[in-house]
């Protein structure tokens, strides 16, 4: 089959005038294309971009003016394609469309149009870009289009319009694969389902935890309600907790890692599946863990306006003008909160400058030594600030039996196990001795083992 001429400057044809072909049709007109649009209605299809004309010969004639064709409709209009065989023959007919849900028809839609036009060169791709995407191009993020088709020529076709409008485009095979394209739209956040099932998991953990050890407790043992807590100041020990804790999951998988390529003596050897997974998901982790730490600030900013802590200390002031006495100032205290309050500051606006990096408008012009820089030294430093930030919280509260409420740690305690652990660990791996050995593993080098090596001399 003779090579398909570049499409730059060529007529481009659109079956379809609805918001996507709309679009669609804008996109290609302000990259330089010639549009024409093909409709069954072509004097009230609707406002079409300028430049762009409706053939009046419904889609017959719009279907001889192109090579290309993009059909922006859905699959149950697909029936009056097959009247126009004669004139779709040997065009590419460029298959954007999706299901409501999986598995809805026997067959793929491309593989549906490849059947009822079978002298056409059917590529499947477009269908993971939204309308509101086509109209605002790449910029504002890295989008990728997905093609698949049974010609190489044609998909090269289609490759170049989709490269000249400015997006990234994965060669996903042959038309068989178009199945699996028609299911990408139709995925609900998967990469943030385990996140956001731990977030939650975890959330509701410590709110039953401490809602027993502190509200319940009070209530049974000092017959004093204070369900009120349960609004602000229960929360407010919920987030940060939960948020401490997925924050240094981030940093785990990658620690597990290490200590695997060390004790195997090498990084040519897969991880486990539930490592890789982990690690692909490390992204979502910290996004997620950032969201809790803003509602902690938002909630911390609350603190002074709150009812109970205005009635509290209108309460204290009363108390020592009764008394004539001033509570003394103590030096100690103030060094506390404030370097309580300061190490929190600064370990938020590090987690802002991680979550901003992470986003791909930003992350795409960072270079690669920058972005590590960014999300892994200063990711631990971050992880640093806030698990320092917890223990001055905690300060000498373990020392108190009243902490320990039905023999329950505090909550704060239960947080720090994790991202103590994670630092510990982080800490053995930048002893010189480790971490020489892991950076030559890293570079590609092997360890020997005894055994097999004996086993090489004896066969030669």
């Known amino acids: 089959m003779d090579t398909l001429p570049s ?3 060529e007529m481009l044809c659109i079956f379809g005038t609805g918001d996507l ?12 294309y010639k549009v024409v649009y093909g409709s069954r209605r072509p004097h009230s299809c609707g406002p079409l971009p300028p430049g762009t004309q409706v053939q009046s010969m419904i889609h017959v004639a719009a279907a001889q003016s192109a090579r290309l064709v993009f059909v922006c409709i859905h699959r149950e209009n697909y029936n009056f394609l097959e009247t126009l065989a004669p004139q779709l023959k040997g065009k590419v007919l460029v298959d954007v469309s999706n299901n409501l849900k999986k598995n809805m028809y026997p067959e793929a839609n491309a593989e549906y149009l490849q059947r009822l036009i079978p002298g056409a060169q059917v590529v499947k791709g ?12 790449p910029s504002d993020a890295s989008r990728q289009v997905y093609v698949c088709g049974n010609s190489l020529e044609a998909k090269q076709a289609v490759i170049e319009v989709a490269t000249k409008l400015g997006f990234t485009v994965l060669d996903r095979g042959s038309l068989t694969a178009a199945r699996e394209l028609e299911d990408f739209p139709l995925q609900l956040f998967p990469e943030w389902r385990l996140p956001l099932q731990l977030a939650t998991g975890l959330t509701a953990f410590f709110f039953f935890y401490l809602l027993i050890r502190d509200v319940i407790y009070s209530y049974v043992v000092n017959d004093k309600d204070i369900s009120f ?3 602000a100041s229960l929360a407010n020990k919920v987030f940060p907790i939960v948020s401490l804790i997925m924050l240094s ?17 090498t990084k040519y050897k897969r991880f486990p599946d539930w490592l890789d997974r982990w690690m692909l998901c490390r992204k979502q982790l910290g996004l997620v863990a950032l969201a809790l730490a803003s509602l902690h600030v938002l909630y911390t900013l609350i603190i002074p306006i709150r009812y109970y802590v205005r009635y509290r200390l209108a309460a204290h002031t009363i108390s020592q003008i009764k008394e004539n006495k001033t509570s003394p100032f103590d030096t100690t205290m103030a060094w506390r909160t ?7 500051i600064l370990g938020f606006g590090l987690y802002l400058l991680l979550g901003i990096t992470s986003l791909p408008s ?23 600030f806030c698990t320092f930030h917890t223990y001055l919280y905690g ?3 373990f020392l108190q039996p009243s902490s320990y409420k039905w023999f329950m740690l505090p909550g704060y305690m239960l947080s720090l196990v994790v991202p103590s652990v994670v630092l510990v660990l982080k800490l053995l791996l930048l002893l010189p001795c480790v971490d020489s050995t892991l950076t030559r593993i890293r570079q590609g080098w092997e360890r020997t083992d005894p055994e097999q090596e004996r086993k090489k001399l004896l066969l030669t």
């Open 21 to 32: 072909g709309r679009s669609l049709g804008q996109r290609l007109f302000q990259t330089g």
């Open 249 to 265: 999951l981030c940093y785990l998988p990658g620690v597990i890692a290490a200590f695997l390529q060390l004790y195997r003596g």
């Open 338 to 344: 404030d370097s309580y309050y300061v190490i929190g």
């Open 126 to 137: 477009f269908n993971t870009l939204s309308a509101w995407a086509l109209q605002n191009g």
């Open 7 to 9: 499409c730059h400057w």
């Open 395 to 397: 300060w000498d509260k």
């Open 229 to 231: 807590r349960i609004m």
């Open 362 to 384: 930003v992350s795409n012009v960072l270079s690669w030594r920058e972005f590590s820089f960014i999300q892994s030294k200063l990711g631990y430093l971050t992880l640093f």
